[in-house]
């Protein structure tokens, strides 16, 4: 039981991550400016709610799963990664982008963007091995 509870939620997180990575971030790349600050401030509003719902759970379960499941510390690990690139990576910037105004953005909001973007990578693609990991043990 704790095995499947812990592939439904880092399912759930690495799908979720997967879209925003591969989905929504090249959508607000091709709008203008102003349409992508909008977007994209809105966005950090959102899932800075959303995404933690997934990941105590996914970090609760998955370490519980590790100590029962020995063969599934990579899944884990790749988890630690990816809350750890969360944690010093796109949270601070998050936190910084959630009080940008769309219309006064900062001058270095497209440095902070991509700064972002190239975290966000790494991070994604955590949570999909993490998931991937542990599915497969």
Known sequence: ???AACVVVLGLLAGEELIVRWGVQPALAA???RAHLQARIALVRRLKVVVPILIVPAAILTSAHVVTSPGSWPGGVALLAFVLLSAFGTVPINIR???????????DWRRVVHRWTVIDVFRSSAAVLA???VVAV
């Open 131 to 133: 998931f991937v990991l």
């Open 1 to 3: 039981m704790l095995a």
């Open 97 to 107: 982008i959630n009080d940008w105004d769309a219309d006064h953005p900062p001058p």
């Open 31 to 33: 709008l203008d400016d």
